[in-house]
């Protein structure tokens, strides 16, 4: 079966400083990859998404940047935060079943920037 | 331009009845519809999906309808448990393997 892991669960990070969240899956080849934040009393917005290893759409400018250095690992990088950067930051794999794929999220790493 | 929206923020309801969550969308590219359930401090868990070929899609206590004319969904949950307090996202898409564009959430609670 398919897992999927996010490190770490909460973070909290002083206004300035670099950050790296990152994101595997287990269990299937080829994924979808997806970041999204979830802001406080906000719904969830995609920030990147990724067909495959080096490729990778941003949804949102910002000062964030994604990368897929391998097939099953997503990375959100940070070089300076800001207070606008707290929230709840959400992993996510999909894949291609000829069909229509579901997006499987983990368990979020929950960011405050201080 | 909110192309999914999910107008009311909150729905209470006692235990045993019916809970009936709305999304309205926009974009008529839209043809696949999901629901995402999301407790506190954890990722969203799939819950039930419906393609646009179809207007309802039935899993245990959970019923989607949609309403293409109307460009609207809903999700019923019959009967509502204590446990499925939570909040309940739309989500929709253009077509396999595409991004999911998710309303911005409605928080169900369910009274014992």
């Known amino acids: 079966s398919q897992t999927i892991h996010q490190w770490p669960a909460t973070l909290v990070q002083p206004v300035g400083s670099p950050l790296s969240l990152e994101c595997t899956v287990e269990g299937t080849s080829n994924p979808n990859l997806y970041w999204y934040r979830q802001a406080a009393g906000r719904g969830l917005q995609l920030l990147f998404y990724?067909?495959?290893?080096?490729?990778i759409s941003s949804e949102v400018p910002q000062n964030l940047s994604a990368s897929r250095p391998q097939d099953r690992q997503f990375i959100l990088s940070s070089k300076k935060l800001l207070l606008s950067d707290s929230g709840f930051y959400l992993c996510?794999?999909?894949?291609?079943?000829?069909?229509?794929?579901?997006?499987?999220f983990g368990p979020g790493t929950r960011l405050t920037v201080t | 331009d909110q192309q999914v929206k999910q107008n009311s923020p909150s729905l209470s309801v006692q235990e045993g009845r019916i809970s009936i969550l709305n999304c309205d969308y926009t974009?008529?590219?839209?043809?696949?519809f999901l629901w995402y359930k999301k407790y506190p401090a954890e990722g969203p868990t799939f819950l039930i999906s419906i393609s646009s070929i179809k207007d309802k899609n039935e899993d245990g206590r959970f019923t989607v309808f949609l309403n293409k004319s109307a460009k609207h969904l809903s999700l019923h949950i019959v009967p509502s448990q204590p446990g499925d307090s939570a909040v309940y996202f739309c989500a929709a898409s253009t077509g396999a393997n595409s991004k999911l564009t998710f309303g911005k959430g409605i928080t169900l609670s369910v009274r014992p």
């Open positions: 996510a794999w999909s894949v291609w079943t000829g069909g229509f794929g579901e997006q499987y």
């Open positions: 990724s067909v495959g290893i080096g490729q």
């Open positions: 974009n008529s590219m839209f043809d696949y």
